[in-house]
């Protein structure tokens, strides 16, 4: 189409309209048989040969000279015989050429319509909103609309076509993707509507049935990790295939039918697929099928907490088998080192494939925290090892490695409710440690102490600094001792002093047992320096915690160096004087309690490579008719030979039941003062709300019993410290 | 009311105690009079062997529980002995100067304990009653549960029965103090029995209660 020519020289010289503008209707009739003729040159692609211009006035005269209506009826009409041509023509299209049909005769009418629309303009501009018409453009995708898309031999054809193709995509097929495109792209410009109508909600009804089969096929047949690979693959693909030739509006509906159909229908299948579910993948460490999991899970509702659930209780089952199975209770320190590894396994999961998520941190805390206090000797046992590892355990290890060690452990003592049983036999091991010299590094036991005092407070800490301190105060003294007292002590035996704090240290009553005399003589010694210079305090001698170190002679004129506690250095002196001695003998010598006597003869008696005594009869247990003999066949390969290390160990039934009463004597009072705390500042309380305050308050430590409680609170009533509310039973009174 | 006589009052007892002199009517002398025939001379008070014989004459065993009831009456101390004064209250609230009166006046005192009013005062005086030293706070249980018997035994049996076995039965505690004393009264008024369903251990109720109700309820 070309545009009128270069103006051509004339003389100027006005003249008269040559174009005589007349109302005529005739008029009206022949400018529409021009625009009629152009609309269908335009779409025969015959353009080239019109005028813009022209047209363009033909239509601009119509809408100036009332005929708009004309204009625009004729447009409708003309186009839609227009598109019923075309539709015909789609319709015969075979087989695959249909879309491809439709395809290009869609995008003709877009061309056309642009040029339609351009020589319309001006009826677009003032007709068309004066009479509230729809503007040319739109009336063009309408018509396409009614008389294409919607045709009956059209309109269902299209669907098939196109779910069809997706289907066979899905099957592995390669479909054409750009006339997908262009398809679902002309659907969208027809409106929104028709998109979801007429593609969109049948598309995924169709999918949600495919997947739905898909999924059952699947299950049957693949274990968990090999589904959500497949799972997973399908979501990406349905992803792919969106971004490629869908509206990215779909997107968030496929992958919710797809998640639905293969994750959400299944998800209690997944997780307990016996051989490779959850638990499996748990055991095995499987961090590629966990992590898959865990990301497909989330996107529906209820999935993470489905995986949640079944590891807090695959958790607290495996624990609670662990912490009651005797077999693994045998040795305390390979009990807290498989609790420990437990713990290290799932942190790593849930670190490497949960993303460590906070909720899973949670689960897998209340899980421990959960069955470590089912067995009630935890708190011992916890002890036992951090007491095993000082000694020796991290002989040589790096102050790094020491820390990420005592951390771990730290993490099991907060899983403690008993934290005050677990202090009590802290207590123990360290004091026999320190006692001892036995601890590998004191930095290592600085550093727990450290630990616990922040966990804790300075309370729980003060007394295990105690016993720090007494240790180097002792040193001191010792050191003091000699430097004063060197003369006067001259060739005795030497003496090592540790002075213990009663209150601090975990000392129970000790008889006095009878010393040997050179031993009494510097004892005494050191007990009037002492005293010298610390009056007003007083001494016990510890006889059943010390050690002493003796050289002794055997019958071949062997030398070993002995090392032994007090009471057995008591015993062996007696052989100095005489060769044999009944039990009774040594008894009643000695004066050492009967029970601490029978384990210190056994040890010196009956075990081998440290007889240095001789028992008759050579029986395995010591009984009170037993007579003993200076072992002068002694031998061993080691010059200095320990016998009778004080090593901690786990207690015996009768100690536990005894440490057990101890504690439980000990809270009475830390729960009668929590009582007294809260009704001093409440006045008056209701029983509920002072147990409930009363366990919050004290769960630092341990977890109160109720009933134990409710009998502090009778046994302050009688004290007359509280008083039962006159007027309302409920409620206590403190009386001040 | 009795008119007052100017008979005057013969018995040394009573002159050794500083009484009215004067307008003292019949009825304080002839109470005086009857406190004399059963109090023990040198101590001037009625011992228990004196009460023995007071209740045999009033026809009563002398461990029944209208002694008790007349012992609150008259604000008796120690248990066992009624000094003059306290018998003086007792006979002249119930308007009795002689035996048969007093005999008379039982059956309104028991009335009158068993107003609640007066329940919840007679109730923990049997208690105290039973305290035989005066720094002692609890009495034992056997004792305590012939006194549940005298005291709550009438109104309450088939409570006051199960508690009663149930005391006997458990070992934890061995005396019981007047906190759970009173649980026992508060027990068999508010919770139904032997449905024992209002019974809630949360609420503050005495441990002993706690676990006598699980022992029932075990049964």
């Known amino acids: ?736 | 009311m009795r008119r007052s006589s100017k008979k005057s009052s013969s018995s040394s007892a009573a002159a050794a105690t500083a009484g009215p002199t004067r307008g003292v009517s019949k009825e304080i002398e002839r109470i005086d009079q009857l406190f004399c025939t059963y109090a023990d001379s040198s101590s001037s008070v009625i011992d228990p062997e004196g009460i023995e014989m007071l209740c045999s004459h009033l026809e009563v065993p002398h461990t029944d529980v209208r002694i008790l009831m007349l012992a609150w009456k008259m604000g008796c101390e120690k248990q066992g002995y009624f000094t003059l004064d306290e018998w003086r209250t007792g006979l002249k609230a119930l308007r009795a100067d002689s035996i048969s009166k007093l005999k008379k006046a039982f059956p309104e005192l028991v009335q009158e304990v068993t107003r609640p009013s007066n329940f919840q005062d007679f109730y923990p005086y049997a208690f105290r009653y039973c305290l035989t030293e005066d720094k002692k706070k609890c009495i034992e249980i056997p004792v305590a549960c012939e006194l549940l018997n005298l005291v709550l035994g009438l109104q309450f049996h088939p409570q006051v029965d199960k508690l009663i076995n149930y005391l006997k039965y458990q070992n934890e505690y061995k005396v019981i103090n007047m906190d759970q004393w009173m649980g026992f009264l508060r027990f068999c008024n508010e919770i139904n029995f032997p449905s024992l369903d209002n019974y809630d251990s949360d609420l503050a109720w005495p441990l002993i209660l706690d676990n006598f109700v699980e022992w029932l309820r075990e049964k």
Not at chain 1, 401 to 416: A, P, T
Request: proline share 3%; glycine share 4%; charged share 30%.
């Open chain 1, 1 to 736: 189409m070309s545009g009128g020519g270069p103006p051509r020289k004339r003389n100027f010289k006005i003249e008269e309209f040559k174009n005589r503008v007349e109302l005529n209707p005739k008029y009206a009739e022949r400018t529409w048989k021009v625009l009629e003729h152009a609309i269908h040159e335009i779409y025969n692609h015959n353009a080239s040969g019109l005028s813009f211009e022209e047209l363009y006035r033909s239509a601009y005269n119509m809408v100036l000279h009332k005929y708009g209506e004309k204009l625009y009826g004729g447009l409708e009409s003309t186009m839609t015989r227009r598109l019923k041509e075309i539709s015909r023509s789609i319709e015969v299209a075979q087989g695959g050429l249909f879309l491809e049909e439709l395809n290009t005769k869609w995008m003709d009418h877009n061309k056309a319509l642009q040029m339609i629309r351009d020589i319309l303009m001006y009826m677009d501009r003032t007709y068309v909103p004066s009479s509230s018409r729809t503007p040319v453009h739109e009336l063009g995708l309408n018509l396409w609309r009614d008389h294409i898309i919607h045709s009956p031999m059209i309109h269902s054809r299209l669907l098939d076509t196109l779910l069809d193709l997706i289907h066979k995509e899905r099957m592995g097929e390669v479909i054409n993707r750009g006339l997908m495109r262009s398809i679902t792209k002309m659907l969208m410009d027809l409106g929104p509507a028709v998109y979801q109508d007429d593609f969109e909600k049948p598309f995924l009804e169709v999918s949600a049935s495919f997947y739905s089969g898909e999924s059952q096929e699947f299950i049957q047949c693949c274990d968990c990790g090999n589904y959500l690979k497949k799972s997973e693959r399908r979501l990406n693909e349905e992803m792919d295939r969106v971004s490629h030739y869908l509206d990215a509006g779909s997107e968030a509906k496929i992958t919710s039918v797809v998640e639905k159909e293969m994750i959400a229908n299944h998800m209690h299948r997944l997780v307990h697929m016996e051989n490779s579910g959850l638990v499996n993948m748990l055991i095995d460490d499987k961090y590629d099928d966990l992590a898959r999991m865990y990301n497909l899970f989330r996107r529906v509702t209820d999935g993470l907490l489905t995986i949640r659930n079944l590891m807090t209780s695959y958790l607290r089952e495996t624990g609670k088998q662990l912490v009651t199975d005797p077999e693994k209770l045998k040795d305390p320190v390979e009990f807290v080192q498989r609790l420990l590894n437990e713990k290290d396994k799932h942190d790593k999961i849930i670190n490497v494939a949960f993303g460590n998520d906070k909720t899973f941190q949670n689960a897998l805390n209340s899980s421990f925290e959960y069955f470590i206090n089912l067995n009630n000797r935890s708190p011992e046992f916890i002890s036992l090892y951090v007491d095993d590892k000082l000694r020796k355990g991290l002989k040589g290890a790096t102050e790094e490695d020491v820390e990420v060690i005592l951390d771990k452990v730290m993490m099991l003592f907060r899983y403690l409710q008993e934290k005050d049983v677990f202090e009590k036999y802290y207590k123990q091991h360290l004091a026999k440690r320190l006692l001892s010299g036995k601890t590998v590094s004191d930095d290592a036991e600085r550093s727990m102490i450290v630990k616990l005092k922040t966990e804790c407070g300075y309370q729980f800490t003060s007394k295990l600094e105690g016993m720090f301190t007494d240790m180097k105060t002792s040193q001191d003294t010792m050191q003091d001792f000699y430097a004063k007292k060197s003369e006067e002590l001259g060739d005795g035996p030497t003496l090592d002093v540790h002075i213990l704090t009663t209150g601090s240290w975990p000392t129970q009553p000790c008889p006095p047992c009878n010393l040997p005399p050179e031993i009494l003589t510097i004892c005494d010694k050191f007990r009037s320096y002492y005293l010298g210079t610390h009056s007003g305090r007083r001494l016990t001698w510890q006889t059943n915690m010390g050690t002493a170190d003796i050289k002794a002679t055997f019958g071949k004129g062997q030398k070993h160096e002995l090392n032994v506690s007090t009471y057995q250095m008591c015993v062996l002196m007696l052989f100095n004087s005489t060769d044999g001695l009944t039990y009774k003998d040594i008894e009643q010598y000695t004066k050492i309690p009967a029970s601490d006597l029978k384990r210190c003869l056994q040890s010196l008696a009956c075990v081998k490579g440290k007889n240095v005594l001789r028992k008759e009869p050579m029986s395995k247990d010591i009984s009170e008719d037993d007579t003993f003999y200076f072992n002068d066949k002694f031998t061993s390969k080691l010059v200095k030979v320990k016998i009778g290390t004080v090593v901690a160990q786990k207690e015996s039934e009768p100690e536990k039941q005894e440490t057990r009463q101890r504690v439980e004597e000990d809270r009475k009072p830390q729960i009668e003062a929590a009582i007294v705390r809260i009704m001093k500042s409440r006045r008056v309380l209701d029983h509920n709300s002072i147990v409930a305050e009363v366990t919050k308050q004290l769960q630092a430590r341990f977890l109160p019993n109720p009933v134990v409680i409710k009998k502090r609170i009778e046994s302050l009533i009688e004290r007359e410290f509280l008083e039962r509310d006159k007027t309302d039973r409920k409620l206590y009174t403190y009386l001040a």
